[in-house]
């Protein structure tokens, strides 16, 4: 299921992370190599401007007393203050006054010696080639490299049933929340799939809990739950109808189903059949009769015998066709359903996306069950279809069998695309 987004996304990730680090790679050396060489110039001008300054004093001291050379000078002493405070005080045996003195010429000598070392690195300066190491693990990704890649993720959306608009806000978000983000090189691919995730989460509408609804509603009043499905021909709507019923069956609601589709040649025997096997009474009438009347019996019927939900079929219907919109729009009058739900496959695609929008536009749906999800491998349909009517994913069908359907979950969607 869905087998085909996930790879692609995370061939994706994988490719441009690997990218991102092959060029930051060589920015990062680059720079370190910069900064190698502006070391090396600036040591060389130091040492120089050392040499300049020593010949300075020099001459200096052979200018004894001269104003321009005063400064030079003082800082001469301190720095041979500073010297003598870190320097042992070398003794010499004067045989002469059978002591031992000061040997001062000893004294100058590592005086000397003290002050011309070379000057320790500033603290803040040793660290500074580790910093650049430091960050030679951690790279960037630049808004031109993500360009490139950029079309070629929005070409494998699309490739995979993923809305236009959708593909194109995938894009732009992603491109918000890596460019320019100085990402770990290790994590970069994490990274990315973790702003997927994110994303997609913001993409999909929240479902809502329609066992919870109808027991609310069974709280505040006497009438069933009652629910309408419709979509174009072929989808599962009958099929999607007795998976319900059985599953809310199983969580002690009681159904009906009512045979709607009054057109096509043995929907009603079909649903009857599904009714049989999953137990659950079906209100039919006959070929040719207004299907919104089947609605209505069986509304009265589950009022009657106080079953808590209506279930009603309606035949498969294309979106182009404005009649008979008009004549579900009709069913939802005379029905008032609580849910109007509408049926579509996963692997259908773009034209799901179109579906969908036709019926929400001319009846207005509550909520949409995906089926055949078991055999789309792309996922993009689910992922756009939510987004493009801002109504939940309810239910996803995954199997021809009665116990073949999930309550829709938007983690769970995440996890099936390996993110
Ligand atoms: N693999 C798979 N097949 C499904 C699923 N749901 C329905 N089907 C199959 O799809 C075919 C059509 O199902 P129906 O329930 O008759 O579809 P419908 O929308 O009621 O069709 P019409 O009434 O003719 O418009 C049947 O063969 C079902 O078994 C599903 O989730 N997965
Ligand atoms: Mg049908």
């Known amino acids: 299921m869905f087998g085909k987004l996930k790879e692609k996304l995370k061939n994706w990730a994988k490719k441009v992370s690997e990218k991102a680090k092959e060029t930051e790679e060589v920015i990062e050396e680059k720079s370190a190599e910069k900064l190698k060489k502006e070391s090396k ?17 020099e001459e200096a001291e052979e200018k004894l007393f001269e104003p321009s050379t005063k400064e030079i000078e003082e800082k001469e002493e301190i720095k041979k203050f500073e010297a003598t405070k870190e320097i042992e005080l070398p003794m010499e045996y004067n045989t ?10 000893k004294l100058k000598e590592k005086i000397e010696e003290k002050i011309s070392e070379p000057e320790k690195s500033k603290p803040g300066t ?20 993500f360009n490139v890649y950029a079309e070629e993720l929005e070409m494998l959306l699309l490739e995979n049933n993923v809305a236009l608009e ?14 320019g983000k100085e990402l770990l090189k290790k994590e970069v691919e994490s990274e990315i799939q973790e702003a997927f995730k994110e994303i997609i989460r913001g993409i999909l509408v929240d479902p809502f809990d329609i066992i919870k609804r109808i027991k609310e509603k069974k709280k505040n009043s006497k009438d069933p739950f009652v629910m309408i499905f419709c979509g174009v021909n072929g989808t599962g709507k009958t099929t999607t109808i007795s998976k319900i019923a059985s599953h809310l069956k199983s969580k002690g609601i009681s159904c009906v189903l009512a045979a709607g589709d009054t057109f096509r040649a043995a929907s009603i025997e079909q ?49 182009t066709s404005k009649n008979l919109l008009k004549e579900i729009e009709k069913m939802a ?22 579906q969908v929008k036709t019926f929400n536009f001319e009846i207005g749906i509550d909520g949409i069950v995906l089926t055949k999800a078991d055999i789309d491998e792309k996922g993009g349909t689910a992922l756009s279809v939510g987004y493009v009517t801002k109504k939940p994913i309810l ?16 983690e769970k969607f995440i996890e099936k695309l390996g993110l």
Not at 272 to 281: D, M, P
Not at 284 to 296: E, Q, R, W
């Open 41 to 57: 110039k600036k040591s060389k001008e130091k040492k120089k401007s050392e040499k300049i300054e020593k010949e300075l004093v």
């Open 96 to 105: 002469g006054a059978q002591k031992f003195e000061p040997d001062l010429e």
């Open 126 to 145: 040793e660290s500074f080639f580790k910093r650049v190491t430091s960050k030679i693990s951690k790279v960037k990704i630049s808004e031109e490299m």
């Open 166 to 179: 959708v593909a194109e806000k995938v894009v732009y978000e992603l491109k918000e929340k890596v460019v």
């Open 271 to 319: 649903l009857k059949t599904h009714g049989e096997k999953i137990g659950v009474k079906v209100i039919a009438n006959d070929y040719g009769s207004d299907p919104a009347s089947v609605g209505f019996d069986a509304i009265k019927y589950a009022k009657k015998n106080l079953i808590d939900c209506v279930l009603i079929d309606t035949a498969g219907r294309m979106h």
């Open 333 to 354: 009058r005379v029905c008032k359903p609580d849910l109007k739900i509408f049926v579509g496959e996963s692997i259908t695609g773009n034209d799901a996306i179109e």
């Open 395 to 410: 239910y996803l069908g995954t199997g021809q069998e009665y116990d073949k359907i999930e309550v829709f979950n938007k």
